[in-house]
């Protein structure tokens, strides 16, 4: 009978699946219409009803943040034009 080895586990492979599936997860969401939330740490991802611009990321069974924010441009929630909020800033930045 012959013997076989048996391969030790490398935790390098189950990160890389990890990876691999938080890629997948992703792009799924996206390829669905959804987004992804914005704040640093937390990327959940959201299927919110189409043509709504404010996002909430809704803390849910250990997922989302609470962040509230704009589908177009993905800073915090504002109620003007995202272009408009872009410039202002720039403006205010630069004096």
Do not use: W
Not at 45 to 53: A, H, N, S
């Amino acid at each position: 009978m012959q013997k076989t080895r048996q391969r030790g586990l490398d935790l390098t492979e189950f990160s890389q699946y990890d990876r691999y599936h938080r890629y997948a997860a992703e792009e799924y969401v996206l390829q669905m219409g959804g987004v992804l939330c914005p704040r640093p740490g937390c990327g959940a991802g959201l299927l919110p009803d189409p043509g709504l611009r404010r996002i909430e990321c809704l803390p849910q069974n250990g997922v989302g943040c609470g962040f509230v924010f704009c589908r177009e441009c993905k800073e915090e929630f504002h109620v003007e034009e995202c272009r408009d909020l872009h410039i202002r800033d720039t403006t205010v930045n630069q004096q």
